[in-house]
């Protein structure tokens, strides 16, 4: 069984057991029990149910395990050659680390 999510305006395909990193969620700390009720897809063994917008009733049971965790660094450099144009910027994403626990649909 496996359900479509939306978490922090991202989708995600959450299974039990199953650990995602998904958009920092503010004032999580490790050890704590989220729910997501924005279940968008469900598929139970080949029985398909699609919500309108959600499904009814289905939620995410999970639990943090570690509430701040740093994505790479990526670099954006722009430049126009002979042009004496050259921008330097970057950034580093930051993420929680959640534990499906159980599906409940």
Known sequence: MYVIVEINGQQFKAEQGKKLFVN?????????????????LVDNEGTVTVGTPTVEGAKVVCEVKRPLVKGDKVIVFKMKR???????????????????????A
């Not at 970057?90 to 409940?104: L, Q, W």
């Open 24 to 40: 920092r969620i503010k004032d999580a700390e490790e050890g704590q029990s989220v729910e997501f009720d924005k279940v968008l």
């Open 82 to 104: 002979r042009k004496d144009y050259r921008k330097k910027n970057g950034h580093r994403s930051h993420f929680t680390e959640v534990e499906i626990k159980s599906v409940i």
